[in-house]
Nanobody, 117 residues
Framework: QVRLVESGGGLVQAGGCLTL?????????????MGWYRQPPGEQRELVAA???????NYADSVKGRFTISRDNAKNTVLLQMNSLKPEDTAVYYC???????????WGQGTQLTVSS
């Protein structure tokens, strides 16, 4: 199994920045792509950004140009650098890892981001 632990959420004023961190442990050899999802209050969980183990990235249109995803395979971490934050970014952010082999997906417990104003 893979365990994902997110950190770095908090309360931020609009226009501010914050970086989320996700650390993977367990069967990390089976991790393929990783990504960040978010779930605003009362809404469905949605993809924010994803990155393959080779470094290819993709972003939701709503965050493109503001957020940057990166990963350090040696440290088993993935980061989400968030700039120019908007109130619409308020959500619980979840780290996700897809299995390199098989259909499994792994999720962290989430970290809350609240953007005020």
């Amino acid at each position: 199994q893979v365990r994902l632990v997110e950190s770095g959420g908090g309360l931020v004023q609009a226009g501010g920045c914050l970086t989320l961190s996700c650390v993977a442990s367990g069967s990390i050899f089976n991790i393929g792509a990783m990504g960040w999802y978010r779930q605003p209050p009362g809404e469905q969980r949605e993809l924010v950004a994803a990155i393959t183990r080779f470094g290819a990235t993709n972003y939701a249109d709503s965050v493109k140009g503001r957020f940057t995803i990166s990963r350090d395979n040696a440290k088993n971490t993935v980061l989400l650098q968030m700039n120019s934050l908007k109130p619409e970014d308020t959500a619980v952010y979840y780290c996700n890892a897809g299995a390199q082999y098989g259909p499994s997906n792994y999720w962290g417990q989430g970290t809350q981001l609240t953007v005020s104003s």
